[in-house]
């Protein structure tokens, strides 16, 4: 790969002095996610609190592009729905419209928006995201999937509005989507009767001088553009988007995207800047900890700091843009790749402590902490041939040392495309129904979360689940394992359970005792599969609790992913909170983990039976919390005695060698107890105390052909040393 460095004092309107030590720190960082393949190109920029600013290059800008610079162009997807939030702000500001006004009456005449119990989405419900529709419409069916929005037009986006049934309440529950700020920009551009690029023009870039930010290339942002690129550093198609133009469609340089930044740091300025103030304040809640929603901003609270910022995202191409206003603190990430950075651009507004970044495990070779080299090196060639099927990341820590750390690249747009079944649909599906974050074919959502580091850790999730249970049980929301589960369950209809249910305790739950008769590893997963059915229902501790028993509690092990999900409205009745939220600040902040993310069910729940995504780096934080007996850097985490408990053999799985603890599989190899974690698709985190190891695999196994279990492969290589 042609790689190029750059390090550019920046060029602005506004001089400024460079501080050497920040910028040779921005430099080494994204040349190390470049050559981890994590990234084909960088360009990164910061603002410091003194106006200084400093931007790096680093990478290959793709075949026959110049070398990246702060004038390369780059796609910034969704960073452009910010600037249609500030197009709003402006024009409320001037009393063209109102923030209250029905988005339908700035639509032509006829086209019917939908509404619901009388109310009407209005434009501030659509950019906050709650206005009630679905992040796409499903008449999307490009004729070309590497440039999906080319054909689609207003008018498909206007007939698709005018039959579709809202599924809530307008203004309520945030949710995103590029279907409402694709909607607020035609409304926009419509009241100013002119093209959305020609709004955005007059009213932001050519106030701030963005000379070379727009939608069509001119010659000279033809000249500069860098070629975007997938997963695996293949070249990808540049993205129209003509209906969604207010979503997605904005092209920029850093240059640009630095004065657009310093604008957002100014209160003092004029309308423009008005206007943007305005856009950065809270209105919503988006349902994550620590995370609100402005005008289209997002704002998370890190280490007790606002950071106000958005991503973007097109097929070969991720952005970010954040700041934290109280400090006058900026950075920009602008990547020609499909894999996301945005925790470098948030860690260089708000920098953690360098023990709690991800990735700063002390690191050295195998051999250096007892360990043979060379069955890790079989395993990491057998992966390569494709031995294991779809491995993402191999993790293996001894004595607190990273010693294997292997990351594997693949494009899961091309190996989802066209793929459709009972878990979901893959690249190029448009059917609104299943475009959420429970498709499990579909790569915006698995196994990676939405281009970030993170992902999916499934079934591994209840381990940790459990985890947060211990935590409570030691912070006294709880008191005892041995007090009957309904009782902790506030809010929830029991009054038609089995009678034998009211006598399982929390306990029986959480060693899949509960009685509850439950078919999951019994069926395939089709809607004959109770987790299946579970994840289709509207109220996931409603359908649990609903299902017969075909045991006494504490008498029979079935494992219940159900059963697992009752934790999540246990936690949120013992404390008030709900499990995300609480494990934030009890578990992930002591441990260092700040990106994470949580799915949600359609009550509000986080998902507990398999919604958690980790990196790779962070999971294995959580064995080693275990091998620590739950203490990390001298601080109690887990109650005393909480790890012998869970990691105790207090079921019989009738699986052969596996027992069960407390959410926890338990088993043996040439003497040593092994405890682990394993979700579907693969997901392994494993915990071997007598090695002092700890390992962990992230996979997705769901498309079908062979590939054999690397759990015996990888237990050998730290046991035996051999393979």
Request: proline share 5%; aromatic share 8%.
């Amino acid at each position: 790969m042609k790689q190029v460095f750059a390090s550019v004092v920046a060029a602005l309107a506004v001089a400024a002095a460079v501080d050497g030590t920040r910028n040779a720190e921005i430099a080494a960082a994204i040349k190390s996610r470049v050559e981890a393949k994590k990234s084909t190109g960088m360009v990164v920029a910061t603002i410091e609190s003194d106006g200084s600013s400093s931007i790096a290059a680093f990478g290959d800008p793709g075949p026959g592009a110049k070398p990246l610079d702060a004038d390369s162009v780059f796609e910034i997807g969704s960073i452009t729905k910010v600037f249609t939030a500030i197009l709003l702000a402006d024009m409320a500001d001037r009393g063209e419209v109102k923030l209250e006004d029905p988005v339908v009456k700035y639509l032509p005449a006829g086209v019917r928006v939908p509404e619901r119990n009388g109310k009407q989405i209005t434009l501030i419900d659509l950019s906050t995201q709650s206005s009630g529709l679905p992040r796409m419409p499903d008449n999307l069916r490009p004729a070309d999937p590497r440039n999906p929005y080319a054909d689609y037009t207003a008018e498909q986006m206007f007939e698709f509005l005018g039959r579709y049934q809202l599924t809530r309440e307008i203004g309520v529950q945030f949710e995103y989507s590029n279907l409402g700020v694709g909607l607020l920009g035609q409304a926009l551009s419509r009241r100013a009767g002119k093209s959305y690029e020609a709004l955005v023009k007059e009213r932001i870039l050519a106030p701030l001088r963005m000379d070379h930010t727009g939608i069509a290339l001119t010659p000279w942002m033809n000249d500069h553009l860098v070629k975007g690129h997938d997963g695996t550093g293949t070249v990808t198609a540049n993205w129209d988007i003509p209906a969604f133009a207010g979503a997605g469609a904005l092209r920029s340089t850093m240059n640009d995207m630095l004065k657009f930044a310093r604008a957002n740091l100014d209160p003092a300025g004029g309308r423009l800047q008005r206007a943007m103030q305005q856009t950065h304040g809270v209105r919503r809640n988006t349902g994550a900890p620590d995370m609100s929603v402005g005008m289209n901003w997002l704002i998370r609270s890190v280490n007790g700091r606002d950071v106000v910022w958005h991503n973007g995202g097109t097929g070969g191409y991720r952005s970010w843009v954040g700041f934290d206003k109280s400090r006058k603190i900026a950075a920009v990430v602008l990547t020609n790749s499909s894999i996301g950075n945005d925790d470098l651009g948030l860690d260089l507004v708000v920098p953690r402590p360098a023990a709690q970044k991800d990735g700063d495990w002390p690191k050295a070779s195998p051999e250096s902490q007892g360990l043979s080299p060379a069955p890790f090196a079989a395993i990491d060639q057998d992966v390569g041939a494709g031995v294991y099927g779809n491995i993402d990341a191999i993790a293996v820590v001894r004595n607190g040392t990273l010693v294997v750390d292997h990351r594997y690249t693949r494009s899961y747009q091309d190996i989802s495309r066209g793929r459709s079944g009972p878990l979901g649909c893959g690249e190029g599906c448009t059917d609104p129904a299943r475009m959420n974050e429970f498709n499990y074919l579909h790569p915006r959502w698995h196994p990676y979360y939405e281009g970030r580091d993170i992902h999916t850790l499934q079934s591994v999730t209840k381990s940790i689940a459990a985890t947060v249970i211990g935590i409570a049980r030691g912070r006294g929301a709880i008191a005892s394992l041995d007090r009957p589960f309904l009782d902790l369950l506030k809010g929830v209809d029991v009054s038609r359970v089995d009678p034998r249910l009211r006598r399982a305790t929390l306990q029986d739950l959480l060693t899949m005792r509960s009685g509850i008769e439950w078919h999951e590893s019994d069926r395939p997963l089709n809607e004959t599969n109770t987790t299946v059915q579970l994840e289709q229902s509207g109220d996931w501790l409603a359908f649990t609790l609903s299902q017969p028993l075909d045991s006494d509690p504490g008498t029979k092990w079935a494992y219940n992913s159900g059963g697992s999900q009752l934790m999540s409205g246990i936690i949120r009745s013992t404390t008030g909170r709900h499990i995300d939220d609480y494990a934030a600040e009890f578990l992930f902040k002591p441990l260092g983990i700040r990106d994470f993310h949580w799915k949600k069910t359609p009550t509000g729940h986080p998902d507990t039976e398999g919604g958690l995504y980790l990196s790779a780096h962070d999971l294995a934080k959580i064995g080693q919390l275990y091998l620590q007996d739950g203490v990390w850097d001298g601080q109690r985490v887990l109650p005393p005695g909480w790890v012998a408990d869970a990691t105790s053999r207090h079921a019989k799985t009738g699986g052969p060698g596996w027992d069960y603890g407390l959410q926890w599989w338990l088993t043996s190899r040439s003497g040593a107890e092994i405890w682990a974690g394993r979700g579907f698709g693969g997901q392994l985190l494993i915990v071997i105390p007598s090695r002092n190891v700890v390992a962990v695999v992230h996979s997705w196994n769901v498309f079908g052909g062979s590939a054999r279990n690397i759990f015996d492969p990888l237990v050998d290589a730290v046991l035996t040393g051999k393979v």
